[in-house]
């Protein structure tokens, strides 16, 4: 996915300065203005829903409809089993929201993790306008919370996404791995991070997501100040996560810090491209808009290979 491939989505909106955005309370209203310029974006048929055809049993998550339990496969097993039946129109999104430590960082205006919220707010509004079922997981080195897909399940997402904080220490392959025995059924995940880990690590973790076709999207958000080393002084650097400082004069290493977060960020996105996972990169001053047009330009790709 690239940021560029926006032609036509959406002409004439007006792109939105995240700092203005952090004024307003409600996600809700925050995704509302973001995404009614652009609500007429293109919806893709969907895949597994609640029509009359089974599809497949899986294990039952809080919140899921008690209605769906299957009863006969309890009384042999002494577990809970719920239903997924073919879909006659939706499809599901699952949004993957990193909430460790490190996404706690900001140099100025909003941190990492609160333009994740804002991101993944904005696309759970915009699918759930298109009819599509949203959940969410946040992770850091497991899964923190989880909200099962579902079409009325947007204000528990939105509720999620609002209290979530950052903390914990990150280990993506663990949390992953956890995230896939929820994400057997056949939809979009979408994944939102600062991806600070071995590119190589990164990927395996995600493409084990691929599991019964899932369409697998990455969104890597870091802060400017993560990407040029702006810094005049010398100073202790110390990890949100480890609490391991380092010192640091930014002058002596800016040029070689810049060139290892690009080749960072380039093997990403080429090992991303190899396993056909679809890859963008998003600096929190940027505004909010590029990244739901981003995600809006994928779907249309989607739509023309399905």
Excluded at 104 to 121: D, E, P, V, W
Aim: proline letters at 4%; charged letters at 25%.
């Amino acid at each position: 996915m690239h940021i560029g491939r926006t032609t036509g989505v959406a002409a004439g909106t007006s792109f939105i300065d995240p700092k203005a955005l952090a004024k307003i309370d409600s996600l809700e209203l925050l995704a509302r203005t973001v995404v009614e310029g652009f609500i007429n974006g293109l919806h893709r048929s969907p895949n597994l829903g609640a029509s009359m055809d089974f599809a497949e049993h899986r294990a039952y998550m809080p919140g899921d409809d008690l209605r769906r339990i299957d009863w006969r496969l309890f009384g042999r097993s002494d577990r809970y089993f719920v239903k997924e039946f073919e879909a006659d129109t939706n499809t599901n999104l699952l949004l993957l929201l990193d909430v460790s430590a490190s996404m706690g960082f900001a140099s100025s205006g909003i941190s990492k993790l609160q333009y994740a919220k804002y991101l993944a707010s904005c696309l759970g509004y915009f699918s759930s306008r298109q009819r599509d079922r949203v959940g969410l997981a946040t992770f850091e080195n497991t899964i923190v919370d989880y909200v099962p897909p579902a079409a009325k399940h947007l204000p528990i997402v939105l509720q999620t996404i609002a209290r979530a904080k950052p903390e914990g220490q990150s280990n993506i392959d663990a949390a992953l791995r956890a995230v896939a025995e929820h994400a057997r059924r056949r939809q979009i995940v979408v994944i939102i991070s600062d991806l600070y880990d071995e590119p190589e690590r990164v990927v395996r973790a995600v493409a084990r997501l691929r599991n019964r076709g899932n369409d697998l999207i990455v969104l890597q958000v870091l802060d400017p100040a993560e990407l040029e080393l702006p810094f005049d002084h010398a100073a202790n650097f110390e990890d949100m996560e480890t609490g391991e400082a380092i010192p640091v004069v930014p002058s002596l290493l800016r040029e070689q810090y810049r060139t290892l977060v690009q080749e960072h960020t380039a093997t990403l996105a080429r090992l991303m491209r190899e396993e056909r996972i679809d890859y963008a990169l998003f600096n929190t001053a940027q505004p909010l808009d590029h990244a739901l047009f981003a995600y809006l330009a994928d779907r249309q790709r989607l739509s023309r290979t399905r």
